[in-house]
Every structure is written in structure tokens, then in C-alpha cells.
């Protein structure tokens, strides 16, 4: 199963980084001034970078075989905390 | 902006650009709204949602919940960024010789059209509405001679002024036009 996750995973990062890509171009390209364009793409391209990492991250952290053989966790875990709070 | 360092596609070799225009900054930031706002309820989401339900957001929760997050500001970045694209690159050139409209009209569509002083015939100048009116900005219509009926500024800052200055321009090309043909 997890194999298949990560299989989604990496359809959807290609996804990303392709319109990252389309984005890049275009500010490059058609941005009236070099300096201009340089600083846009220096923006975008940092924070995106930043949550491609982070997001990564935390998806090869996460125990998917684990999360998936036992949904019930997340329940649990919201059942134990409405009732503590009753 | 230094318009001596503004480049565009088919930018003539002598041309000098005399004025560049952008969609007026209400007019951005109201397509950039949406994203913007979803951004702001996701942070908010974040920093709320853990006081009210801690057990969701620790251990493997915590990762489960953190990565929907990131992924959807991930979205959200990207979202943020096709927008900008798609309005911050609407832009309107005036040269010592034409007007250059250069327009992004979805995601693999761009546009450009020119119109040369020449062929103008009649600018309007339009400010509708109340937050138009009072941040000043609006639509300039250019009526020309040529196929293509009029040539539009779409909610460019202060309509009155570039309306003068293509009129001054285009003034000053049909003297030059005279003063050839006499």
C-alpha cells in the first residue's frame, strides 16, 4: 500500500514541479526588468523549496502501512479527547 | 523602474519606452484575494485547532495532520503565484513610436498587439464605480483607424493622465506626418 502511495506522491511532486516550472518561465521570460524578474523567481523558488522539502518530509515520516491497517487511530485519538473534555 | 533597462518582445532597436503600465495594485490584489484569504484561514486553522483537539496533533497524528497542511499551502503557494502571472503580466507599453499591449489570457495563451500613434483617432479616458473613483484608476478606450476598433487599458492607475500622454503622442506623430508630406 505504502507503495503505491508513494507512487501517487511522486505523480503529484512531478505535478508541482512542473508548474513551478510554467511559473519560473513565464517570470523569467516576459518580467519587463531582469533585476525584477531574478527577485520574483528568488521568492517563489525559496518558499516553494521549503514546503516541497517540509512536505516531503513529512510524508516518508508518516507510518502510512500503519495509519492504513488501523484508521481507527485518528478516531481514538478524538474520542479520548472529546471525552476527557466532557 | 529604470525604463531604460524595460525589454519586450519585438522592442525596436532605437525605440524608446516612455511610460509602463500595470494593472492598478486594487486591481492585483483583488484577483489575489482568494488565495490570500485561504492562506490566512489555514494559518489561523493551524495555530486554533491544537487547543481545541491536542491528541490530533501529536505523535503520528501530528505528522498526518502537518502534511495536509503543508500540502495544501504548497497548493495555495503555487495558486498564489498562477494568479500573479496570469494579472501582474497584463502590461501596457508607451514608446516614442506605439502602444504594445502585452496580455496573458490563461494559463498557455499571451497576447500581444500594438498600435502605432498613426492610426489613433479618439482616447477616453473611464473611472466607474466607487473604489475606482477613489483610488483613481480605470479603463483608457483608444479608437483607431485600423481592424481593430479600439485598443483598451484595462483598469490601468490614473486613466486621465495616460489618456493626455497618448493624445500628446499621437498629436505630435501626426505633425511629424505633416511636416514629411509637405
Known sequence: ?86 | MNLSTVRFPGKHDREQVIAVYHRHWFDILSNLFVPAFLTVTLLLGALIAPSLAPLLFTGENGMFFGFIENSLHLFLWLYLFLVWVDVYFDVWIVTDERVVNIEQKDLFTRRTSELRFSRVQDVTSEVQGIIPSILNYGDVYIQTAGEQARFIFHNVPDPVTIKDLVMKLAQRRRREIGEENS
Open chain 1, 1 to 86: 500500500m505504502t507503495r503505491i502511495l508513494t507512487l501517487f506522491y511522486l505523480i503529484l511532486f512531478l505535478g508541482v514541479g512542473l508548474t513551478s516550472a510554467y511559473v519560473v518561465y513565464h517570470i523569467l521570460r516576459y518580467s519587463l526588468s531582469k533585476r525584477q524578474a531574478v527577485l520574483t523567481v528568488g521568492l517563489f523558488g525559496s518558499v516553494l523549496l521549503f514546503l516541497l522539502a517540509t512536505n516531503a518530509l513529512f510524508f516518508f515520516r508518516i507510518d502510512w502501512d500503519g495509519m492504513l491497517s488501523n484508521p481507527s487511530a485518528l478516531h481514538r485519538a478524538y474520542g479520548a479527547h472529546s471525552s476527557s473534555g466532557y
